[in-house]
C-alpha cells in the first residue's frame, strides 16, 4: 500500500515538473508575422517530446498538455486556444511515449527514439494545421487565407518539429541513464499492460477532446460574430458622419457662410 501510495506521488511531482519545463519552454520563443493568426519559433515542443519518451505515453501527454495549456492561459493571444492546445499537446507527448518501446532484449534503440519524436511531432502539426485552417474560417476569413495560414503555420511548425526532436532525442539518451540512478527510475519508460483501446480513460479522453474543441469553436465564432457587429457598427456610424458633414456643407455653400481653417464661422463686413 504505501509503495503504491509513494509511486503516485512521484508520478504527481513527475508530472508537475515536466508540465513546468514544458511550460518554460514556450517562453523561450520569437514571433512570427502571419496576417490572421498568431506563430512562434519556441522550444516548448521539445520539452513536450522528452516528456513522452522519457515516461508512459500517459504521464508525458498529461504533462505536456498541462504545461502547454498553462502557457496559454495566461497569454492573451491563445487563451482561447488553451483546450485545443492540451489535446494537441498531450497527443504529441502520448504518441512519443508509446512508441517508444523497448526491443526484445530489453532495449530502446536510438531509430526507435527518433521515430518516436517524430511521429509525436507529426501528430501535433497534423492536429495544429487542421485546427489553424478552421480558426481562420471561424473568424471570418477566405479559404484561400485559411491556406495561406496553414502554409506559414507548416513552416514554423516544420522548424519547431526538427528543433524538437534535435534537443529532445540527446536530452533523453542523458537524463535515462541518469535518472535511473534515482528514485524516479521506476518511471522511466514505464509499461503497462495494455488493456486495449475501448476503456474509461480513452472514452473520457475522446468526450473531452470533443467537448473541449465545442466550446473553443463556440467561444471563437461568437468572438467574430461579435467583432464583425462592432466593425459594421462603427462602419455605419462612419457612413453617416460622412453623410452629416456633407450635408452641412451643402448649407454652408447655399448660405455663403465662410469658415476658417478650423471650422470657425467667419463674419464678414
Not at 195 to 221: H, R
Not at 243 to 250: A, G, L, P, Q, V
Request: proline share 3%; charged share 15%.
Amino acid at each position: 500500500m504505501e509503495r503504491t501510495a509513494g509511486n503516485k506521488i512521484m508520478k504527481t511531482v513527475t508530472v508537475g515538473l515536466m508540465a513546468a519545463l514544458v511550460f518554460v519552454g514556450n517562453y523561450l520563443s520569437f514571433p512570427i508575422p502571419n496576417g490572421l493568426l498568431v506563430t512562434r519559433i519556441h522550444l516548448g515542443n521539445s520539452m513536450c517530446l522528452l516528456a513522452g519518451l522519457l515516461f508512459c505515453g500517459s504521464t508525458g501527454g498529461i504533462a505536456s498538455g498541462i504545461g502547454a495549456a498553462l502557457y496559454d492561459l495566461f497569454n492573451p493571444a491563445y487563451v482561447l486556444s488553451a483546450p485545443y492546445t492540451f489535446i494537441s499537446k498531450f497527443a504529441m507527448g502520448f504518441v512519443a511515449g508509446k512508441l517508444n518501446k523497448r526491443n526484445k532484449e530489453g532495449k530502446i534503440p536510438l531509430a526507435s527514439t527518433i521515430l518516436a519524436a517524430v511521429f509525436g511531432q507529426l501528430t501535433y502539426i497534423v492536429l495544429y494545421l487542421i485546427k489553424s485552417f478552421f480558426t481562420v474560417l471561424i473568424i471570418g476569413g477566405t479559404v484561400e487565407a485559411a491556406w495561406i495560414a496553414v502554409g506559414t503555420n507548416a513552416v514554423t511548425s516544420s522548424v519547431n518539429a526538427v528543433l524538437a526532436v534535435i534537443i529532445s532525442v540527446p536530452l533523453y539518451l542523458a537524463l535515462r541513464t541518469a535518472l535511473t540512478k534515482t528514485p524516479i527510475r521506476s518511471l522511466i519508460n514505464e509499461r503497462k499492460e495494455s488493456k486495449g483501446y475501448l476503456n474509461p480513460l480513452t472514452a473520457g479522453l475522446t468526450a473531452f477532446a470533443f467537448l473541449t474543441v465545442t466550446v473553443y469553436t463556440i467561444n471563437l465564432a461568437a468572438q467574430s460574430k461579435l467583432e464583425k457587429k462592432e466593425e459594421e457598427e462603427r462602419t455605419l456610424l462612419e457612413e453617416r458622419l460622412e453623410e452629416y458633414e456633407k450635408r452641412i456643407d451643402y448649407l454652408y455653400d447655399y448660405l455663403n457662410i465662410v469658415t476658417d481653417g478650423e471650422g470657425e464661422i467667419v463674419v464678414e463686413g
